[in-house]
Structures are given as structure tokens and as C-alpha cells.
């Protein structure tokens, strides 16, 4: 049974609390991905089966908070944002929290600042050996409020086994993210590391791996993203390809299934096993539930989607880039960017840029909704989604009705 975490209350739901319960009495082994409908008459709304704050979050911010609790009156430092979500981290620091850089890694407290006796808290991303060794100078205590995801954790320990066979790391992730840098950081003590952020980069590096492209130009790709004296014409000869958690895991497996068979064009077939290594066991299995009952929720009629996170969260815009291949799919932070029935206001993935929409609600009797929220999203924000929907199409009173079967479920 999954661990219960001590979660503060505002983080908590009243409707996705109901259904995630009714849910899970129904399919304990969550393997049915249907969507969740909540039908209220004008507007239908259909939630992804899995969504919202994953065992890492949770963890994550449960230590955070007791981190508060236990240390009142202390300096309380957070390398960088606990989670990509801005309530989460707005919260943590009205409370007292201080961040100690940006996502980017840009310094906003200087590490000769931390005193003996301060806290400081790894973010659920972890951080890099190098940041860790500041932090150790100073004294202070990051065994205790070290909230690294388990699953982070795992994908490290993995490059660690795979480097302790020769084998060279292929890092599927965004160089610049916080999660990708702490695994690069602990992937090249191990063994020679390299970054590639899609597929396209994938196809780059099998054109080396076999003689494609010459060899000369490795770098002219891949600059920045190597460990220190990488050879591409020893270090390719072996590899194995762990990701960043948060990215498309389907496309993890692509990328490995095109590397692998870069190794059996140039090696044969009967030598696969000594020049590449299994790695699906390092896929995070919140990213793949969640993106799996999304592409399940793809298979519903809809008109358009809402996914609900923070605007720079990854695993949230992968969800958001799914989705865009189906239908108009709108990315919010929040209920405060529906604005109303004709206005919304999202980001635009491609741009980045934060923009309003007019006319985003087709004019239809009935509009279906597909719902879903990044891992870093709390089911309150989402409560506060589906209420505002519900608002704007003037059917709140439906709300409890469109739960009754739910509640239902759940007494009996």
C-alpha cells in the first residue's frame, strides 16, 4: 500500500480527493486508465485517471514542511525551487524558506553565507556533487531534509552500476534543468557522460556511432554536454541511456531503441548485450502512468484541453505536448488564468510566451473538457479548475450531483 504523506491541508481537494478514492477502491491496481467523467450538463469535464503530486512530490514537500517545524528561529535554505510548481515554492518562502539560486543555477545566496548551525534542504530534483561538497564546507546538516525523489535517486545508482561496467552514459534530458545537471553531475564520476535532449540529437549520435558523420565534428553538436576528456571514438563503443524523469518516456525508449540499433549495425547482433546495456528500469513510474492515461484520455471525443501546472515544469509540458497533437490545448497555471468563457490565459509552449486567447470555447450547446495536471500540481489547484469551469458555464449546482456516484462508491 502507498505511503501516506502529512501534506498541509491547503494542498488538499474536496472533488479530486472524492474521485481519487472512489477510483482506487474500484481498481486498487490502477490499471484501469479510463478517464474520470463528471457530467454537468452544458460542460462535461473527462480527468485523466492518473495526474497530480507523484510519491516524490509528496515526500518532497512533507519534508519541507517538517523542516519548518523542526527548526524555528533557524536560517532554513533550499538550494533551488522544492518542486516546479510557484504555490508550492510561494509558500515556502512566506513561511521563511530562502532559495539559494534559480533553476538556471544562478546565485542568489552566496554559499559562504550558510553557517553551522543553518538547514539547508535538497530540492526533490537533487543537486549536483559540486553544490553538495559547498554545502558540506560550511557544516551544514543535508542528511536530514534531503528530499531527492527515490526515483532520481535510482536513475543515479543505475549510471553508477553501468559506469562500474565501462559502460558509457547517454543522459536523455534538458541540460539546463535542475534534475538533469545533479545526474550528470553524479553519472560522470562514474563513468564518461553525455547529454542528449530528443530524438533528433539521438539520430545525430548514431550517425557518429556508425561512421555517418565524421567523427571530427562530435563536438560541434555536443559541446557542453560531455564529461571532461570524453572520447566520442572510445567512449561510444559501450553505452547505456538513463533520463531525466520528467521527460517523454516513450520517447526515452525510442531514443534507446534507435541507439541500440546504431550498436547491432556497427557491432552485430550477437555482440549487442557487451556493447549496450538495459536501462528501462530507470523510467520514473509517475512520468509513465501519467503520460499513459493521458494518451488513454486522447482516445475520448473532446473539444479541448486544459493541463494544469507550473510554466516551468517538464513533465507538465510534455503532457501539454501530447496533447497538442490531437487538440486546442490550453497550459495554466491556475484558475486565475480563465478568465472567462471567451478569454483564457496560458502559455504558448513553442513561444514561451504567456498569451490570451479569445473565443477558446467553441460555441456549442455541450463542451467536452479533457483535464489532466503536471506531478508538481496539488489536486486543490485542479479542485480550483474544475469549480471555476463549472462557474463560467453557470453549472456549479451539478458539482455534487456529477460526485454523488463517487461518494457512493466509496461508502460502500
Keep these: 500500500m502507498r505511503k501516506q504523506f502529512d501534506i498541509p491541508i491547503f494542498y488538499r481537494s474536496s472533488i479530486i480527493s472524492t474521485i481519487k478514492k472512489a477510483r482506487h477502491k474500484q481498481d486498487r491496481y490502477r490499471k484501469d486508465l479510463s478517464p474520470t467523467i463528471l457530467d454537468l450538463n452544458s460542460l462535461t469535464l473527462k480527468i485523466a485517471r492518473h495526474f497530480g503530486f507523484c510519491y516524490g512530490v509528496e515526500n518532497a514537500i512533507e519534508i519541507a514542511y517538517r523542516s519548518l517545524e523542526e527548526n524555528p528561529g533557524k536560517n532554513i535554505y533550499l538550494i533551488s525551487e522544492m518542486i516546479h510548481n510557484p504555490h508550492v515554492n510561494r509558500d515556502l518562502q512566506q513561511k521563511g524558506v530562502k532559495f539559494?539560486?534559480?533553476?538556471?543555477?544562478?546565485?542568489?545566496?552566496?554559499?559562504?553565507?550558510?553557517?553551522?548551525?543553518?538547514v539547508v534542504i535538497i530540492p526533490a530534483f537533487g543537486t549536483s556533487i559540486e553544490i553538495l561538497n559547498e554545502i558540506k564546507k560550511r557544516g551544514a546538516n543535508i542528511k536530514i531534509y534531503n528530499t531527492t525523489c527515490p526515483f532520481v535517486e535510482k536513475v543515479w545508482h543505475r549510471a553508477e552500476s553501468l559506469g562500474k561496467k565501462n559502460f558509457t552514459i547517454i543522459i536523455h534530458g534538458r541540460y539546463n534543468h535542475e534534475e538533469t545537471r545533479a545526474t550528470f553531475s553524479h553519472s560522470k564520476q562514474n563513468a564518461p557522460s553525455l547529454v542528449i535532449q530528443d530524438i533528433q540529437e539521438a539520430q545525430i549520435l548514431a550517425d557518429f556511432i556508425i561512421g555517418k558523420r565524421n567523427i571530427n565534428d562530435f563536438y560541434q553538436y555536443f559541446s557542453n554536454?560531455?564529461?571532461?576528456?570524453?572520447?566520442?571514438?572510445?567512449?561510444l563503443e559501450r553505452i547505456g541511456v538513463v533520463n531525466q524523469t520528467t521527460m517523454l518516456a516513450t520517447e526515452t525508449l525510442e531514443i534507446s531503441e534507435l541507439l541500440k540499433q546504431a550498436m547491432i549495425k556497427k557491432y552485430g547482433a550477437e555482440n549487442i548485450n557487451h556493447h549496450f546495456a538495459d536501462t528501462k528500469d530507470t523510467l520514473c513510474y509517475a512520468t509513465w502512468e501519467n503520460q499513459s492515461a493521458l494518451r488513454e484520455m486522447l482516445k475520448e471525443e473532446a473539444d479541448l484541453a486544459v493541463i494544469v501546472g507550473g510554466y516551468n515544469s517538464s513533465n507538465t509540458s510534455h503532457l501539454v505536448e501530447l496533447c497538442e497533437e490531437k487538440l486546442p490545448t490550453y497550459y495554466i497555471k491556475d484558475d486565475e488564468e480563465i478568465l472567462s468563457k471567451t478569454k483564457i490565459r496560458h502559455l504558448n509552449l513553442h513561444t514561451k510566451e504567456i498569451q490570451i486567447t479569445e473565443n477558446w470555447i467553441p460555441p456549442k450547446d455541450k463542451i467536452k473538457i479533457l483535464l489532466s495536471a503536471g506531478a508538481s500540481c496539488p489536486d486543490a489547484l485542479v479542485d480550483r479548475v474544475i469549480k471555476k469551469l463549472a462557474m463560467i458555464f453557470d453549472v456549479e449546482k451539478e458539482l455534487e450531483n456529477a460526485l454523488k456516484p463517487y461518494l457512493e462508491i466509496i461508502d460502500s
Design 100 to 118: 539559494m539560486m534559480k533553476t538556471d543555477g544562478t546565485i542568489l545566496i552566496p554559499f559562504e553565507q550558510i553557517q553551522n548551525n543553518d
Design 225 to 235: 554536454r560531455t564529461s571532461e576528456n570524453f572520447n566520442p571514438e572510445k567512449d
